[in-house]
T-cell receptor
Framework: NAGVMQNPRHLVRRRGQEARLRCSPM?????VYWYRQLPEEGLKFMVY????????ESGMPKERFSAEFPKEGPSILRIQQVVRGDSAAYFC??????????????FGAGSRLTVL | DAKTTQPTSMDCAEGRAANLPCNHS???????VYWYRQIHSQGPQYIIH???NNETNEMASLIITEDRKSSTLILPHATLRDTAVYYC????????????FGTGTKLQVIP
């Protein structure tokens, strides 16, 4: 039973390009969370999604960032026109929808974005 | 979510028990205490959670005071691989609540 899979693990982009980060949740998990961690800083909540729905995007920057979790396939965090300040580790987590495990998040290994 | 307060950093000798405190004086009756840790540059890892009874699993023990205003995570025999940032979070069961991580406690296990 594979855990939360994130890819790519490392991504290098030049300023102005687009970055797409993918997250496949654990089998049976229907909730996905995205977090950003800047170098030497803590985890910052970005967005929470269920299948085909964005539930809470209060942590997402207003521009250039978007997230989706389609009915089929992985969740995608998309960053358009990247800037150097977007360089960070982006972590995805998933959880069960209900029950006692609903609040236990399983994290992926992260995707590290470097903007040149 | 109720606010939690943790020491910024702690040291522990290898092989000794590591006791990590967390204050959550405004915790509500339906809020659980969760602990996660993040080993350097890795994804955070769930450790344990509890409501009011003490809990133990293969990783750690969680001791929650009777008034539930504070708790302690215990790693019984700390190893160098336990060096990490440990996060204490309180959160209610059911319904949606985003999980926010504070600054946590940086535990350094010393050989």
């Amino acid at each position: 039973n594979a855990g939360v899979m994130q890819n790519p693990r490392h991504l290098v982009r030049r300023r102005g390009q687009e970055a797409r980060l993918r997250c496949s949740p654990m089998k049976g998990h229907s909730h996905v969370y995205w977090y950003r961690q800047l170098p030497e800083e803590g985890l910052k909540f970005m967005v929470y999604l269920q299948k085909e729905n964005i539930i809470d995007e209060s942590g997402m920057p207003k521009e250039r960032f978007s997230a989706e979790f389609p009915k089929e396939g992985p969740s995608i965090l998309r960053i358009q026109q990247v800037v150097r300040g977007d360089s960070a580790a982006y972590f995805c987590a998933s959880s069960w929808a209900t029950g006692s495990g609903a609040n236990v998040l399983t994290f992926g290994a992260g995707s590290r974005l470097t903007v040149l | 979510d109720a606010k939690t307060t943790q020491p910024t950093s702690m040291d522990c000798a290898e092989g000794r028990a590591a006791n990590l405190p967390c204050n959550h004086s405004t915790i509500s009756g339906n809020e659980y205490v969760y602990w996660y840790r993040q080993i350097h540059s890795q994804g955070p890892q769930y450790i344990i959670h509890g409501l009011k009874n003490n809990e133990t699993n293969e990783m750690a023990s969680l001791i929650i005071t009777e008034d539930r205003k504070s708790s302690t995570l215990i790693l019984p025999h700390a190893t160098l691989r336990d060096t990490a940032v440990y996060y204490c979070i309180v959160r209610a069961q059911g319904g949606y609540q985003k999980v926010t991580f504070g600054t946590g406690t940086k535990l350094q296990v010393i050989p």
